[in-house]
């Protein structure tokens, strides 16, 4: 596994799909440097662009908390750039975390996938992914973007309670190059669902699946039980 650059494979990925592409080793920040750009010639020529990086300098989560990185090369630290047609409700975050878990509980079902509200992925017990999204807007035009940390090869040392992908496979179920390709195909259908529903509320069933996955969560002192429980704690 030290071969492989976890940036590398999925650069190479988006590039086979012809997707616009900004692969770096290192940046300060994918969220920063994808609103930086949001309006420039290049970026506004395109409607998704994906910026990947091995390593983080300043990366940083909800109320500008410090992320942690792990050895670099062993993440997924990217933002997904989508243009869209309003500005996006604060409702969003809770579909594209949810967008993220369908992604991962589909590629591989038999892990103990559940939600940390408002906008982590864990397993087991331990967070192995978190979101970031955050809307640009320059007159007519805005932008989506939709930072994703996930430990795929290692986790944060200074970190106990994060885990990696790996660390959670058995002998018997290693980390294949198809299972982390068809992830990736996953995760982008879930994300371009999120484009027409980006000024929408939450309906029934989203409601319902939000419910359900948030309540799988092992360390959650007090089950969720109705719909506006959790509007509640995606809000705050």
């Keep these: 596994m030290d071969q492989i650059n976890i940036g590398e ?16 080793k290192s940046i300060e920040s994918t969220n920063n440097t994808a609103k930086k750009n949001a309006f420039t010639e290049d970026d506004l ?10 390593e983080q300098t300043q990366g940083r989560g909800r109320f500008d908390r410090k992320w942690s990185m792990p050895k670099p090369g062993t993440a997924l630290i990217s933002s997904w750039s989508f243009q869209i047609l309003t500005p996006a409700k ?9 967008a993220l878990y369908q992604a991962a509980k589909t590629t591989w079902p038999f892990l103990n996938w559940s939600l940390k509200a408002p906008n982590d992925l864990y397993v087991n017990e331990k967070k192995i992914a978190g979101l970031l999204l955050e809307t640009v807007s320059q007159g007519s035009e805005h932008r989506l973007i939709v930072g994703l ?9 200074d970190v106990p309670t994060s885990t990696s992908l790996l660390k959670n496979l058995s ?4 980390l ?17 669902l999120l484009i027409p529903n980006a000024n929408s509320d939450l309906n029934s069933t989203q409601l319902e699946s939000l419910l359900t ?8 002192e007090k089950k969720y039980t109705t719909h506006s429980e959790i509007k509640t704690e995606l809000w705050r």
């Design 9 to 24: 494979v999925t650069s190479s990925w988006a590039k086979n799909h012809k997707f616009c592409t900004r692969y770096s």
């Design 45 to 54: 020529e395109n409607e998704f662009i994906i910026y990947i990086t091995d």
């Design 90 to 98: 604060p409702t969003l975050t809770a579909l594209a975390v949810l």
């Design 149 to 157: 940390g996930m430990n795929i090869l290692s986790q944060p040392d």
């Design 171 to 174: 002998a018997k179920t290693p």
């Design 176 to 192: 294949l190059g198809e299972d982390w390709i068809l992830f990736l195909e996953r995760l982008f259908f879930e994300f371009s």
């Design 213 to 220: 996955v948030l309540n799988k969560y092992p360390l959650l």
